[in-house]
């Protein structure tokens, strides 16, 4: 694509060469020849027949039906191949062409020769902008002369660059390179500088920039086969590295290829040589030596240069320098034109700063008239005010005089509020207190109900311990029944039930105690209850006299007869009346019962109930349902107690090992 676009510059001046009245236009005939000697320029084989068809004179050739520039593309450029021809050939015949109409010195006579001029013309077609028509920046005009004059040995005149610079038309679009080639020929630039000298510093600019030299001189290079030193002169490019035998370039006598693994070192002095440096490959080091300190210095950084630009995989030092160039000068273009807006912007802010002061004054002016207005109705409001304040003299007199009058009437007022406030604060302070002893009478009520559906789980829970109780005695009755049979199998078996049924009774002891201990609380929360507990206590008292272990023999001998026995059932039940009538509970009455009456008939009943006559029976049945009566509750029948005392003598009997029966 840079060889196209660079071979469209120069067949663009030959193109605008061909077009005399400046509209676009060409004949047929003068691009058939123009297309030809490119052809014949750019090394590509052609056949003429079909040239002469591509241009004929009807409208059906593809000139004709697309014009010159996409024939241009399709049947030359495409089939162009880089290294099979001269480019300065196309510039040779691109130059002649438009140099014949463009390009005319002054008076027919010039500071540069033609060759000088052709030179200058390659090299502002490099350098200028890719859009045409081609144009020169002014940056870059002054950095190509620059290059010439440094190449002359002379200075550069400020005066005379500001002046060809400062004109209109080259600010506004650039130069072009007529304008650029009329202006080195004033002499201006070149004067008191022999021709030839202007000559040689083209050509070396020329070398340097459109041929691609970095940069060239005559070093000493020591040889490989037979080790001695010659002078040559060294062409270096961005990938090769040529020597010659002399400056004109027509024997080379070798070439050192460059690529990353290329490298430059300077060497100390050896052999009588100074100034030397080496070119490292990855085959060979080729030893060299400058005429000073200076240029060995300038040639081992134009290497590292070139080598530089082989490892970025550029092949033109110039190409990317002025690329580089055209970057910082759209840089600087961005900056002016920021800088351009950022001036609009602030005169913009300085007309409306203007604008805005002289709103100001319009308004400071309104406001001096205000001002005046103002004290004018200041004055009228003085005098308004003067006599608003006599006349409300007058009234705060007549005020003062109601204020005394209310001031009694509040104090009268005052005094029954207090009254007031105080009887509200004793009504509330009631009201809490009534509001905490409604709190606590729920609390109250709150904790009986607790109690009492505890006590209700644990009489549920007792009542099925006793009916366990129940069916345990079941079946030790009917092991005992059994012990007559096999008395060996009842001793086994009967020590197993009794450890069962101490555990019941461990069980429904505890029971018992877990109800007592509820009982406790109960009589806590309930009045009737604590009179009820202070009762039972002073019963209790008389009748733990009354309840001393009674033996077997003791109760025949000393109590005699079954009256002795309803008597002293019959006594104690006295005290299940009374607790009765105190509103007890029918659980109560039965543990008062099973306390004292139960364990005085127990004791007495069982030491001759089984001897005892039908009317004596009944007449101890009758006390018994007399405590049913009382109690309000199923009691065991006095057979069942006579059963259970069996059941007992006949455990202690089986335990007892020194018992005569064994």
Not at 606 to 615: L, P, V
Request: neutral net charge.
């Amino acid at each position: 694509m840079e060889l196209r676009a660079e071979l469209l510059k120069s067949i663009w001046y030959a193109f605008t060469s061909l077009d005399v009245e400046k509209s676009g236009k060409v004949s047929k005939s003068q691009l058939k020849v123009l297309s030809h000697n490119l052809y014949t320029a750019l090394n590509i084989p052609h056949d003429p027949v079909a040239l002469e068809d591509h241009f004929r004179d009807d409208d059906d050739g593809p000139v004709s039906n697309q014009g010159y520039m996409p024939y241009l593309n399709k049947f030359i450029l495409d089939k162009v191949v880089e290294g099979t021809f001269d480019k300065e050939n196309v510039d040779v015949f691109c130059w002649t062409l438009c140099a014949k109409k463009n390009y005319r010195p002054k008076d027919g006579v010039g500071v540069l020769l033609d060759k000088d001029a052709f030179h200058l013309w390659c090299i502002f077609n490099f350098l200028s902008e890719d859009k045409y028509p081609l144009i020169l920046a002014p940056e870059e005009v002054e950095y190509l002369l620059k290059k010439i004059c440094l190449a002359m040995s002379v200075e550069l005149s400020c005066v005379d660059m500001e002046d060809f610079i400062s004109q209109e038309p080259v600010q506004l679009s650039g130069i072009t390179v007529w304008a650029f080639l009329d202006f080195v020929n004033t002499g201006r630039l070149t004067r008191g500088v022999e021709n030839d000298s202007v000559t040689m510093a083209i050509d070396k600019v020329y070398q340097e920039i459109v041929g691609n030299i970095i940069k060239e001189g005559y070093l000493w290079k020591k040889g490989h086969l037979r080790r001695n030193w010659n002078e040559r002169w060294f062409s270096l490019r961005p990938s090769t590295l040529h020597y010659y035998v002399s400056e004109d370039r027509k024997e080379c006598k070798g070439c050192i290829e460059l690529d990353h693994n290329c490298c430059v070192e300077v060497l100390p002095e050896k052999e009588g040589k100074r100034c030397m440096f080496c070119v490292k490959t990855l085959t060979k080091t080729y030893e060299m030596s400058a005429p000073d300190t200076k240029q060995r210095q300038e040639w081992t950084t134009a290497i590292q240069t070139a080598i530089r630009l082989c490892v970025e995989g550029k092949n033109s030092l110039h190409k990317d320098l002025k690329l580089r160039r055209r970057k910082l000068r759209e840089e600087r273009e961005r900056r002016r034109t920021t800088k351009e807006e950022e001036l609009q912007r602030l005169c913009l802010l300085q007309g409306e700063k203007e604008s805005k002061l002289a709103e100001l004054e319009l308004l400071q002016e309104a406001q001096r008239h205000s001002q005046a207005a103002l004290l004018q109705e200041e004055q009228k409001r003085r005098q308004k005010h003067e006599e608003l304040q006599r006349t409300l003299q007058d009234q705060l007199q007549q005020a003062e005089e109601e204020r005394d009058n209310m001031q009694a009437e509040m104090a009268l007022k005052d005094a029954e509020t207090d009254r007031q406030r105080k009887r509200i604060r004793e009504l509330e302070e009631m009201q809490v207190r009534l509001e905490e002893a409604l709190h606590q009478e729920i609390r109250a009520r709150q904790n009986e109900e607790a109690y009492r559906l505890t006590q209700a789980s644990l009489l549920v829970e007792e009542e099925e311990k006793m009916k366990v109780l129940l069916a345990l005695q079941e079946e030790q009755e009917q092991y005992i029944l059994k012990t007559q049979r096999e008395k060996q199998e009842l001793r086994q078996e009967m020590v197993t039930k009794s450890q069962a049924l101490e555990e019941a009774q461990h069980q429904l002891e505890k029971v018992r105690a877990n109800r007592h201990r509820m009982d406790q609380d109960i009589a806590t929360a309930q009045r009737k209850l604590r009179q009820a507990s202070t009762s039972v206590k002073h019963w209790n008292v008389q009748m733990n006299r009354l309840m001393h272990p009674i033996g077997p023999g003791g109760e025949l001998s000393c109590e005699g007869s079954i009256m002795v026995c309803k008597a002293k059932a019959r006594q104690n039940l006295f005290p299940l009346r009374r607790l009765k009538r105190l509103g007890m509970g029918p659980h109560i009455l039965k543990r008062f019962y099973s306390c004292p009456i139960e364990s005085i008939l127990t004791g007495c009943i069982t030491a001759w109930y089984g001897n005892s006559s039908g009317s004596d029976r009944k007449a101890l049945q009758r006390v018994m349902r007399t405590a049913q009566y009382i109690t309000g509750a199923k009691l065991p029948a006095i057979q069942d107690l006579y059963t259970r005392r069996c059941q007992r003598k006949a455990l202690k009997i089986v335990k007892d090992s020194s018992h005569p029966s064994h």
